[in-house]
């Protein structure tokens, strides 16, 4: 399917919501229209003065109608990096995740994001977080695959699929530190829940490159790694089409974990000033650069949602890093249609159990998911939870510059955010050289650049247009 749906502004009003295909809803009001996802796939919408049209594939929009680029949302992108939005980098091409809702009219469009408002989940009583975790996970597969990266949520996840006799286990692990202590935590989780378990090394070579099957709609460093990721999942499923890939993305952000302002923000709300400070210390602490690094995540409130005043400021900035976490996991959706990816963290109900639990409350034990690993330590009769240790795949992405140094060195040269000077190719450069050399950790911007230039590659190859038009 491509061009769903086709309709103008103020023409046949229908303020009852009418379902388009299963999952896409829409209202015609008498001079716009609403438009609600309630299903699991992405929705595409190009929006012009007079009309609108609705998409399922991003690819034959842009191929229909070679839309010019949006040079506001490449820039934001390179600055913040991924961030929450219905913007895309086309000009008035606009994306509509699921559980969002777009309003359009002839002024232009705005949207709705609430993901932990779905309607099944209305209630105010929650289950335990280990009930909720297994029933986000279909029953219905023949064949599940388990990011198992030994992880406080990936290692949840194992043990909401205990029983089951499906189940593979997966660990990414680094070519340059493969014996990690998570990666043994992770065989030790595996085996004494009865799973099949292998450790799949990355191959520095297979990384920043994008699948040619996969239409990934956003810049976004998941793109990274997704060509080597993809391979290991297919030799796992080996030919099945019903298999479903599960891990623990967004579990980091909707339990506000590593530290972040959200609880010093609650306690100076509720007038704790001194554990407000003694939390802003920890904050300097973990990461450094002086008493003035967290004020970096000013920059992260800018990026990831408009700034207002709010009667409570940690609920506002929690609630914007759970619209983050949804907004990154819905990237997943284009894979193709050998397997499907299942995030049981960004559910709602897990999403509603997160809200639940205020931030400042457990600031002295110095974790604010404290109460999810007690309780999960709890329900499973383990300490598998108490552990706070996750391994990193540094080392196999230095590795992949120091290989790929000339290629992504001209990819940053002949790139959209050169050529529109958006950025400063020797500033780029000098950053990639130091991270070949290994000298210093992958500057933020660097990966941003890159994400934003792969992707537009990416896309040139698949809608077969060689230069993109820069719009106003």
């Not at 219905?86 to 809702?101: C, I, K, Y």
């Not at 800018?302 to 949804?326: E, F, M, N, V």
Request: hydrophobic share 40%; charged share 20%.
């Amino acid at each position: 399917m491509t061009q769903i749906f086709k309709a103008g502004y103020g023409s046949a009003a229908a303020p009852t919501a009418q379902e388009i295909v299963p999952g896409l809803q829409i209202r015609l009001l008498r001079d716009a229209a609403v438009l609600t996802n309630t299903g699991s796939e992405v929705f595409y919408v190009r929006a012009a003065s007079a009309s609108f049209s609705i998409w399922t594939s991003l690819k034959h929009l842009l191929k229909s109608i070679r839309p010019a680029l949006n040079p506001g949302y490449l820039r934001h992108h390179l600055h913040f990096g991924e961030t929450a939005t219905h913007a895309t980098a086309w000009r008035d091409v606009f994306q509509l995740v699921p559980n969002a809702a777009l309003s359009l009219n002839a002024g232009g469009c705005s949207w709705s994001f609430e993901p932990w408002r779905q309607a099944q989940c209305g209630n105010t009583s929650f289950d335990h977080p280990a009930v909720l975790l297994k029933q986000a996970i279909p029953d219905s597969a023949s064949t599940v695959v388990l990011e198992l990266s030994g992880g406080t949520d990936s290692t949840a996840i194992a043990h909401a699929l205990s029983g089951r006799h499906d189940v593979l286990a997966i660990t990414w692990a680094d070519p340059l530190f493969p014996g990690s202590c998570d990666v043994e935590h992770a065989k030790r989780v595996a085996g004494k829940l009865g799973f099949e378990h292998r450790v799949a090394t990355l191959s520095p070579g297979g990384l920043f490159e994008v699948p040619a099957q996969f239409e990934p709609d956003r810049p976004s460093v998941s793109l990274f790694m997704m060509a080597e990721r993809d391979r290991l999942v297919r030799d796992a499923i080996d030919g099945r089409t019903d298999a479903i890939v599960v891990n623990g993305h967004g579990g980091d952000h909707i339990f506000l974990d590593p530290p972040s302002p959200v609880p010093m923000l609650d306690l100076l709300f509720h007038a704790r000033f001194r554990e407000a400070l003694r939390y802003y210390r920890t904050l300097v602490e973990f990461h450094g650069g002086g008493v003035l690094a967290p004020l970096r995540y000013r920059r992260v409130g800018r990026g990831i949602g408009r700034s207002s005043l709010s009667l409570t400021p940690g609920k506002r900035l929690h609630r914007r890093l759970i619209q983050q976490a949804c907004y990154e996991n819905a990237i997943w959706s284009r894979l193709g249609p050998q397997y499907r990816l299942v995030h049981p963290f960004t559910c709602p109900a897990m999403l509603n159990y997160a809200l639940s639990i205020a931030p400042h409350e457990h600031v002295g034990q110095g974790q604010s998911r404290l109460p999810f690993r007690t309780a999960m330590n709890d329900y499973h009769q383990t300490e598998d939870f108490s552990r706070i240790s996750k391994g990193h795949l540094t080392g196999a992405f230095q590795r992949a510059i120091q290989l790929k140094e000339e290629i992504l060195a001209a990819l940053l040269e002949r790139g959209i955010g050169a050529k529109h000077k958006m950025y400063r190719v020797e500033d780029m450069q000098r950053a990639l050289r130091a991270a070949a050399l290994g000298s210093t950790e992958i500057h933020p911007q660097l990966m941003n650049a890159l994400s934003l230039e792969l992707f537009m590659q990416h896309w040139s190859r698949l809608s077969g247009v060689a230069r993109w038009q820069i719009g106003s």
